[in-house]
């Protein structure tokens, strides 16, 4: 059910955009500053996974600085299906499926790399941001997210 994400352009024909959120959140706010992001030049907005520095780390593939978790996305669905997405997200699962740990998550990162917009913590806060952050090199983003929580997953 998760890949159901690689076909929201196709699937919403009439949408230029749309805000995908998982079951699992607690929504705390208007979403309306959220769709209202100016998202024209990216495939997508969404906010840093903060532990995947550490998952990936031994793993010796796909380590990047900035890695969205794919449980709250602001899409441009008409960017998606203008550059073929969906195809391109099947392929690229097919080809590295052994070496995911969140497959459709990765997916999106990796294929989406240098046209995600970075959203503020907030829009999408874990539990493990209450775990001692201390030594998470984004400890100060993290203390402000926690502050002001708009979406907790």
Same mark, same amino acid.
């Given at each position: ?9 196709? #699937? ?41 520095? %550490? ?10 600085? %900035? ?22 997200? #099947? @392929?690229?699962?097919?080809?590295? #499926? ?28 874990? @539990? ?23 979406? #907790?997953?």
């Amino acid at each position: 059910m998760a890949n159901f994400k690689f076909f929201l352009g196709n #699937i919403f024909k009439n949408l230029d955009k749309i805000l995908y959120l998982d079951c699992d959140l607690v929504v705390l706010t208007s979403l309306k500053e959220l769709f209202s992001e100016n998202i024209d030049n990216y495939y997508l907005a969404g906010a840093d996974n903060i532990g995947h520095y %550490f998952l990936y780390k031994d793993r010796g593939y796909f380590v990047s600085s %900035f890695y969205i978790n794919s449980g709250v996305m602001l899409i441009n669905l008409d960017l998606w299906r203008k550059d073929n997405l969906a195809e391109k997200f #099947i @392929t690229i699962k097919e080809k590295n #499926i052994n070496n995911f740990i969140f497959v459709d998550q990765d997916v999106i990162n990796l294929c989406c790399e240098n046209k995600i917009k970075p959203l503020d913590l907030s829009w999408n806060m874990h @539990t493990g941001f209450f775990k001692n952050i201390s030594f998470h090199p984004r400890k100060n983003d993290i203390k402000k997210a926690i502050s002001n929580p708009k979406i #907790i997953h």
